[in-house]
């Protein structure tokens, strides 16, 4: 025979929690700050991300493509580039593990870079 435990509630239910935390990306953050560190004007001419993990740890790889023109730009280039490995980054609930340009060219009107960042969930 079964018993009914009229006392029990649904304040005691358990909740389930969704699989894996839902935070929101660091790259749009990260752009915006790429961009005022290059100053105007700037555009990024491509952005993607994918997933990325070690054992202890759980972030995004980013691929930023991000091009410098107007008079100054060669001088703007360099500064950029100067301390970048140092810079300190803004992101909400992640931190920047590693960050580098990758490759990049001039021509008579602008500079492009070619950058890579890791950043990693903060815990």
């Keep these: 025979m079964?018993?009914?435990?009229?006392?029990?509630?649904?304040?005691?239910?358990?909740?389930?929690?969704?699989?894996?935390?839902k935070r929101a990306s660091p790259l749009p953050p990260?752009?915006?700050q790429l961009l005022a560190r290059a100053?105007?004007?700037a555009i990024v001419e491509r952005a993607v991300s994918r997933p990325?993990?070690?054992?202890?740890?759980?972030?995004?790889?980013?691929m930023?493509?991000?091009r410098l023109s107007g008079e100054d730009f060669p001088e703007r280039g360099s500064a950029f580039m100067a301390?970048?490995?140092?810079?300190?980054w803004v992101l909400p609930g992640h931190f920047v593990a590693d960050i580098s340009v990758d490759d990049g060219d001039a021509d008579m009107e602008s500079v492009w870079l070619e950058l890579s960042a890791l950043t990693i969930e903060d815990w």
């Design 2 to 21: 079964t018993s009914l435990d009229h006392e029990f509630g649904v304040a005691n239910l358990i909740r389930n929690k969704g699989i894996g935390r």
């Design 30 to 32: 990260l752009l915006a």
């Design 39 to 41: 100053g105007e004007p």
């Design 52 to 62: 990325w993990a070690s054992a202890l740890f759980e972030g995004q790889r980013h």
């Design 64 to 66: 930023v493509r991000l």
């Design 83 to 88: 301390g970048l490995a140092d810079a300190e």
